[in-house]
């Protein structure tokens, strides 16, 4: 059993580094909570071509298939809830209510917008590209 850790949260690079001496070690399989979950997919293309069996935690690859396993909240799920708990707590100051969303990383992981566009569905906004987030135009984001 070996184990990787990031320079800092976000350190892309470094997973990708893992992954490669995973596959030189002869490893059987991986766990990855990716960074950019688009990016690492090439990477853990090769460790599946090399025979290792590759199961994304807590943040679902994209596309979510490039895993051979996830094994993750449901995200949008979860942000839904987090929707409909905030816009009933507020009650009729949710109109009026100032949202503001603090993102880590620009390469939008999976999670970050699974639970972004959830709560804005649960809280009654229209999140326009489903996959994508910062492009919803309503004023109170």
């Known amino acids: 059993l070996k184990a990787y850790a990031g320079k800092v ?23 990855i909570a990716a960074s950019d979950t688009k990016a690492i997919v090439d990477q853990v293309k090769k460790a599946q071509e090399a025979g290792l069996l590759v199961i994304a935690l807590d943040t679902p690859l994209d596309p ?49 917008v699974l639970r972004d566009q959830g709560f804005m569905i649960g809280f009654g906004i229209d999140p326009k590209d489903p996959n994508k987030i910062g492009d919803e135009d309503d004023a109170r984001i």
């Open 64 to 112: 979510a298939t490039a895993a051979d396993a996830t094994f993750a909240t449901d995200n949008l799920l979860a942000g839904k809830l987090i929707g409909q708990w905030a816009a009933a707590t507020l009650g009729d100051k949710a109109k009026e209510a100032k949202i503001g969303f603090l993102d880590l990383v620009p390469s939008q992981p999976t999670v970050d």
């Open 9 to 31: 949260d976000g350190d892309h690079d470094s997973q990708v580094a893992a992954i490669e001496s995973c596959i030189a070690d002869g490893a059987k399989g991986i766990l």
